[in-house]
């Protein structure tokens, strides 16, 4: 079992940066991916990011590539989502997720946090 706490949402002008994390607890941590999906009101969660269990790989959505940075620090069980050049269709809830598959699907995971708003104003 892996519980995970989200946090560092806020709200944040256009163009400005943020950096979210996500807290695990449980045991392991290294076995599993995380990743970040975010979803709008009256959008589905979209896939954000993801790392693999040890940090080697890296993925990212077509609409946040070069603009956002995942990382993993398995030491202290966190994994962060530093996010610049902020863009008014960022705005949603973001959400880590921790799964065995190594998946851009949300059904790839099975623990998630609790969400962190974040909002960008134009």
């Known amino acids: 079992q892996v519980q995970l706490v989200d946090t560092g949402g806020g709200l944040v002008q256009a163009g400005g940066s943020l950096r979210l994390s996500c807290a695990a607890s449980?045991?392991?941590?290294?076995?599993?991916?995380v990743a970040w999906f975010r979803q709008a009101p009256g959008k589905e969660r979209e896939f954000v990011a993801r790392?693999?269990?040890?940090?080697?790989?890296?993925n990212y959505g077509d609409s946040v590539k070069g603009r956002f940075t995942i990382s993993r620090d398995n030491a202290r069980n966190t994994a962060d989502l530093e996010m610049h050049g902020l863009k008014p269709e960022d705005t949603g809830v973001y959400y880590c997720?921790?799964?065995?598959?190594?998946?851009?699907?949300?059904?790839?995971?099975?623990?998630w946090g609790q969400g962190t708003q974040v909002t960008v104003s134009s």
């Open positions: 790392i693999s269990g040890i940090g080697e790989n890296t």
């Open positions: 997720a921790a799964g065995t598959s190594y998946s851009r699907t949300p059904a790839g995971y099975n623990y």
């Open positions: 449980g045991r392991s941590f290294s076995w599993y991916t």
